[in-house]
T-cell receptor, first 113, second 114 residues
Framework: SQTIHQWPATLVQPVGSPLSLECTVE??????LYWYRQAAGRGLQLLFY??????ISSEVPQNLSASRPQDRQFILSSKKLLLSDSGFYLC????????????FGPGTRLTVL | AQSVSQHNHHVILSEAASLELGCNYS??????LFWYVQYPGQHLQLLLK??????LVKGIKGFEAEFIKSKFSFNLRKPSVQWSDTAEYFC????????????FGRGTSLIVHP
């Protein structure tokens, strides 16, 4: 069966520090991968998605970037965190065509101080 | 661009009450529709989906949703809620044949009192 991992679960970082959040998927190949930020009362904001290795699409211009160095690995990064980057970050995967919907990871709670 | 509206942001019910959560979307073409649920402390998970066929879709845990194309709606229903249904519910839409990028509604927080 498929599994999606995210780490760390929680992170507290100072303003101006770098960020690296990792997401890996097991039990599937060539998935679509997604990074979302979830804010209370605002639903899910899509940040990045990827349909293949090295293919990244950005939905919202901001202080973050994403990379997909391997088929089942998706990384969310920042060179210098801002206070406004605080939030709950979710990784998700889906098959092509979304026939089974999306499968979400447990999320990372990021606090920037 | 497509958008999704969930008009009920907070719903409070007693056990055994009936539930209907609204979801409306703005896209004139063929759509795929989803409801997701996030129980406290758990992952978001798929509740049910509609791609084609019977517009009345049945999902897990006794939930169902009806796609009404003329109303651009995909409302979620359950005839009798339980305390364990307390969760946040999200509606999502993709345009069929387009990108694999769902648009999510803002979510509805459901609290069921025992």
């Amino acid at each position: 069966s498929q599994t999606i991992h995210q780490w760390p679960a929680t992170l507290v970082q100072p303003v101006g520090s770098p960020l690296s959040l990792e997401c890996t998927v097991e039990g599937t190949s060539n998935p679509n991968l997604y990074w979302y930020r979830q804010a209370a009362g605002r639903g899910l904001q899509l940040l990045f998605y990827s349909v293949g290795i090295g293919q990244i699409s950005s939905e919202v211009p901001q202080n973050l970037s994403a990379s997909r160095p391997q088929d089942r690995q998706f990384i969310l990064s920042s060179k210098k965190l801002l206070l406004s980057d605080s939030g709950f970050y979710l990784c998700a995967w889906s098959e092509k065509g979304l026939a089974g919907g999306q499968f979400f990871g447990p999320g990372t709670r990021l606090t920037v101080l | 661009a497509q958008s999704v509206s969930q008009h009920n942001h907070h719903v409070i019910l007693s056990e055994a009450a009936s539930l209907e959560l609204g979801c409306n979307y703005s896209y004139g073409g063929t759509v795929n529709l989803f409801w997701y649920v996030q129980y406290p402390g758990q992952h978001l998970q798929l509740l049910l989906k509609y791609f084609s066929g019977d517009p009345l879709v049945k999902g897990i845990k006794g939930f169902e949703a009806e796609f009404i194309k003329s109303k651009f709606s995909f409302n979620l229903r359950k005839p009798s809620v339980q305390w364990s249904d307390t969760a946040e519910y999200f509606c999502a839409v993709t345009s069929s044949g387009g990108s694999y990028i769902p648009t999510f509604g803002r979510g509805t927080s459901l609290i069921v009192h025992p």
